[in-house]
């Protein structure tokens, strides 16, 4: 069965400071892994995903996210944290064998002080 | 704005009753997912409706039920509701079926449900 693990519950971080989100999936078959943020009282905005085409994503806002196999991770990161990043950030997971439904992590909340 | 719709966006009820959420898909999207999330439990997946049809079952209680009507809007029905069942559902819709992971999800507001 699939899995998501993000490491870290709360990460706060200072203005400008680098943005490390961790996340790590268990997978028997090959994943397609997404990034998605949610800002208080919001829904999930989707900040990137990996689907096999390239192992470095670009996603919006500034974020990226590497896709390591033989670590079975997918972290997040940003060079220069915002205040405006300041939410919750959840990795998840889908599979071709699961029908449609995403695995998502516990989520990482994300401060930022100024 | 996501171009998926929820309401109501808020609901308070007893213990007992039963509540509908209503969702409407992004124009052109044929699928229709539904997602728990709550303190304890996290992000769950609910169930997945294609065009019309169930195609995916998460961890959703016998006391739940969804469909996705003709015109691919879909409703969650949730009844003898419980304390426990107070969360955000959240309602997401894409282009396809998802049998392939390159197809994204986007996901609406969501309804707050409290169950006092």
Request: with cysteine; net charge negative; aromatic share 10%.
């Amino acid at each position: 069965a699939q899995s998501v693990t993000q490491l870290g519950s709360h990460v706060s971080v200072s203005e400008g400071a680098l943005v490390l989100l961790r996340c790590n999936y268990s997978s028997s078959v090959p994943p397609y892994l997404f990034w998605y943020v949610q800002y208080p009282n919001q829904g999930l905005q989707l900040l990137l995903k990996y689907t096999s085409a390239a192992t470095l994503v670009k996603g919006i806002n500034g974020f990226e996210a590497e896709f390591k196999k033989s670590e079975t991770s997918f972290h997040l990161t940003k060079p220069s944290a915002h205040m405006s990043d300041a939410a919750e950030y959840f990795c998840a997971v889908h599979t071709d064998n699961q029908g449609g439904k995403l695995i998502f992590g516990q989520g990482t909340e994300l401060s930022v002080k100024p | 704005d996501s171009g998926v719709t929820q309401t109501p966006k808020h609901l308070i009820t007893a213990t007992g009753q039963r509540v509908t959420l209503r969702c409407s898909p992004r124009s052109g999207d044929l699928s229709v997912y539904w997602y728990q999330q709550s303190l304890d439990q996290g992000l769950q997946f609910l169930i997945q409706y294609y065009n019309g049809e169930e195609r995916a079952k998460g961890n959703i209680l016998e006391r739940f039920s969804a469909q996705q009507f003709p015109d691919l809007h879909s409703e969650l029905n949730l009844s003898s509701l419980e304390l426990g069942d107070s969360a955000l559902y959240f309602c997401a819709s894409s282009v396809g079926a998802v049998s392939l992971g390159t197809d994204t999800q986007y996901f609406g507001p969501g309804t707050r449900l409290t169950v006092l």
